[in-house]
């Protein structure tokens, strides 16, 4: 008998320490599986298609309209075409090349103020997304840190979608900061994302845009 006890004993001092190894390594799992079969996006995705996308931005008390048209490839560079309309109808027009980042520090002093609203607004997303994301129900983007708050920026929503520019299969990536969501659309192979509101922590909105016009007669998959 006592020979069975202490082999019991010793099973179950195995058993836990196996469990103690394997733990960390079933407790960092992330079992809300994302389908692998899944499209993925990423900031820049369809811009060989050369697409045309026009913006409604506002950004604080500031509104203007924001025309991007995605230029050719030669060799390997790219150059993106922005011509900005102001609400007293002043057009500022910007050719600057387009980088992993979406950083477009060069530009004219006329051009810079509402280059750097576009930073923060419609190219904001190079944050999270200049690496491939999936986009499928419940796929997770990345962290978002509001003061001791920790958010998950996460696709909330899939399907099709009405915009400025008319409906496409879209997702919707969202995070709560106070009260408020804060949200972006995504459409698969267009290059910047389609919408966004953006509030602080009081409930104040930053900033929104929308794209009200696109003609990407070349991309694949895109309906309006």
Known sequence: MSNTKLK??????????????AWPFFANL???????????????KGSQFNPEMTYSVAFNNTKFTADMKFLPIQ??????LVQITLADGKVITQTV???LVYDFPDVSPDAKPYFDMLDQSVFSMRDY???????????????????ANHEKLTITNVGKM??????ANSYLL????????????IVDNLPLPVKAIEY????????????????APSTPGLTS
């Open 30 to 44: 992330n079992l809300n599986v994302v389908p692998r079969a899944a499209s993925q996006w990423q900031m820049g």
């Open 129 to 147: 997304a200049t690496d491939s994301k999936y986009l499928a129900m419940g796929a997770e983007w990345g962290d978002v840190y509001i003061g």
């Open 200 to 215: 602080d922590f009081n409930g104040t909105l930053l900033y929104s845009y929308e794209l009200v016009s696109v003609n």
């Open 97 to 99: 090349p387009i980088g």
């Open 162 to 167: 009405s915009f400025g520019f008319g409906s």
């Open 75 to 80: 060799g390997q560079n790219q150059q993106l």
């Open 174 to 185: 969202s995070y709560r900061e106070g009260v408020n969501q804060n949200q972006v659309w």
């Open 8 to 21: 019991i004993i010793f099973a179950i001092i195995i058993i836990s320490a196996v469990a103690g190894v």
